[in-house]
Nanobody, 128 residues
Framework: VVRLDENGGGSVQAGGSLRLSCETS????????LAWFRQSPGKEREGVAG??????????YYADSVKGRFTISQDNAKSTLYLEMRDLQPEDSAVYYC???????????????????WGHGTQVTVSS
């Protein structure tokens, strides 16, 4: 069974940085899609960044709202997914989730309903 366990959330001031991690297991390493989503009260869930591993280096996807500030990556063992977040702003405050599905592409990576497995989430709070 796919397991996803997020860590690294916390409280920072605007302009600060955080690194989220997601320990993963239980799926084929040959092809997979992992993504970070976030949701804050009263807002729809938003795809933040995605990683599609199939051959060679993974394809990376980002929401326009975080391009240039957030970086998605994985460790060499491909067991931990990271989200490096810098220049955080109050609007980045949300619960952040990692999610898994078997494959993705630029058109679908950010559609949360297509993901089969989700972590429990980790809270990120950015104060002004």
């Amino acid at each position: 069974v796919v397991r996803l366990d997020e860590n690294g959330g916390g409280s920072v001031q605007a302009g600060g940085s955080l690194r989220l991690s997601c320990e993963t297991s239980g799926y084929s390493q040959n092809m997979y899609c992992l993504a970070w989503f976030r949701q804050s009260p009263g807002k729809e869930r938003e795809g933040v960044a995605g990683l599609y591993q199939y051959r060679g280096s993974p394809d990376l996807y980002y929401a326009d709202s975080v391009k240039g500030r957030f970086t998605i990556s994985q460790d060499n063992a491909k067991s931990t997914l990271y989200l490096e977040m810098r220049d955080l702003q109050p609007e980045d405050s949300a619960v952040y989730y990692c999610a898994h599905r078997g494959s993705c592409n630029p058109a679908v990576w950010s559609i949360g309903s297509l993901y089969n497995y989700w972590g429990h989430g980790t809270q990120v709070t950015v104060s002004s």
